[in-house]
C-alpha cells in the first residue's frame, strides 16, 4: 500500500486530502496513475515528496511510504 | 539587572543578550505589508531586530482590515508601508525602519535588496515570489518564505546559506499559470491563518538571525488551519530550477515576471489544448502569414495574420481565453501584448515554442503532418 496526502488545490481535485492506494514502484506510475483517475491534476503543477523528502524526477516509492503531493501556494 | 524592553527574552534560556545583540544589528527587509508582513512586522519590530525595511506600493483597502491588522479604518486609502512604518516608529525609538512605498520589480531588487540580511517574503502573488527568489539567489540573500491558500500555509528558509542551499525553483521550477491557482481575492482567507504563517516567519527569521532552536532551512513546512496538522518536507536540489532561472543581473532586469508567471503568459501545447476542452469560448489562433509552412491540420483553428490584426480585432471580442500561436513562439508572444491593452480582463495566452514545439514528444499526437 502507499499512503497518499495532498494538499491545497490538489486536495481539492482529488477531493480528500488522503489516499491509500495499492503499491507502485516509482513516483512516475503514481502520476500517471493519478492523472488517468484524476484528469484535471494535469492541468496544475505540484510536486512530490516521498516519506517527507522532496522527490526530484523519477524517485523509487519503498513499500509502505507516504507521498505528498504538494502545489505552490502564493497568498499573503 | 537593568529593565529594559527585551529583559523576557535576554532571560530566557538559550537566548540571553548575545542573541539580542545579533537582532539588534541584523537587517531585515519584508516584502508586502499585508496578511503575513503585518504580523511579521510587529514581532521583527517587537524583538529588537535592528534595521526593518518595508517595502509596498499597495494602499490600505476596506477588505483587508480582517487580516492585515497594522491598519485600521482610518488608514483607508493610505500606502501599506508608510502606514506600517509609522505605527512602528511611534512604538519603538530604538530600532531604524525604512519606508520602501513602491511594489518590487526588476529595476528596484537590486538595490533595495542588496542593503538587507535576510528577506521575509509577503507577497501575494507568483509574479513577485519568482521575482523575489531569483534576486536572493543572484545576490546570496536568505529568504523566508511565507504563503497561504485558503486554510493552508507553507513556509520555509530558502537560498539560506550558498549555492547548495535550495531555492523556490529547486521545489517549484516553473510558475503555475493563471488558470491553475486563483489568489486570495478569489478564494477568501479567514484573517487568523496569515497572522499565523506570518509569525512563523518572523520566528524562523529571529531564528536564523540568532541560531536560537533548529530553523526551516531547506525545508517546507505545511499548516493546515482546520485541525492544526503540520507537514514538514525536506527540499531537494533540483536540475531543472535553472533551466527558467537568470544567470546574472542583467538578465534577470530582462525578465517580464507578469508574462511568465501566467498575466498574458505563455502556456504549452497540452495546456493549451486543456483550455480548449474547458472553455467553449476559447479559440486557437494562428498569427502567421498565410503562406508560412507547417500549417496546422489536426487541431480546429482561425487564422488572423499579425500583418491584418487591425481588420480582424473586432472578431476577439467573443473570444475568451485567445491562444495565440506562430512558428517559434515569439510573435504570438509580442501579439498577447497588444491584445493586452485591447482587451484589459480577457485571458490572452501565446503557445510556447509555436508550432516548431509540436514537434517534442509529449506533443506529437497533436502535430498536424
Known sequence: MIKVKAFGMVAEKIRTNELELQYMPDTEVLLGFLHQQFPDL????????????????????????????LPPFSGG | MIMDRFARQQVLPGFGKEAQEKLKHSKILVI????????????????????????????????????????????????????????????????????????????????????????????????????????????????????IYQNQGQVGILNAKDSNSVNYRDLFPDPPTAYEIPNCNETGVLGVLPGIIGTIQATEAIKFITGFGSTLIDKMLFYNLLDHQSYEVGLNKNPDAHLSMPNTIAEFMEVDYAVVCGNGDSINWVEAIGLLKKFPDGKLIDVREKDEAPRLKKIKHLSFPVSEIEETIGVLNSIDPVLLFCQSGIRSLKTVKILEKAFPGKKIHSISGGIEALDSPINKNYHGN
Open chain 1, 42 to 69: 494535469k492541468h496544475i503543477k505540484f510536486s512530490l515528496a516521498v516519506n517527507r523528502k522532496q522527490a526530484v524526477g523519477k524517485t523509487m516509492i519503498p513499500l509502505g511510504a507516504e507521498v505528498a503531493l
Open chain 2, 32 to 147: 508586502g505589508a499585508g496578511g503575513l508582513g503585518c504580523p511579521a512586522l510587529l514581532y521583527l519590530a517587537a524583538a529588537g531586530v535592528g534595521t526593518i525595511g518595508i517595502m509596498d506600493g499597495d494602499m490600505v483597502s476596506l477588505s483587508n482590515l480582517n487580516r492585515q491588522i497594522l491598519f485600521g479604518e482610518s488608514d483607508l486609502g493610505l500606502n501599506k508601508a508608510e502606514t506600517a512604518a509609522h505605527f512602528l516608529k511611534s512604538k519603538y525609538s530604538d530600532i531604524h525602519i525604512d519606508c520602501i512605498p513602491e511594489f518590487i520589480t526588476t529595476e528596484n531588487a537590486a538595490p533595495v535588496i542588496s542593503k538587507y540580511d535576510l528577506i521575509l517574503d509577503g507577497s501575494d502573488n507568483f509574479p513577485t515570489r519568482y521575482l523575489v527568489n531569483d534576486i536572493c539567489v543572484l545576490l546570496k540573500k536568505p529568504l523566508v518564505f511565507g504563503a
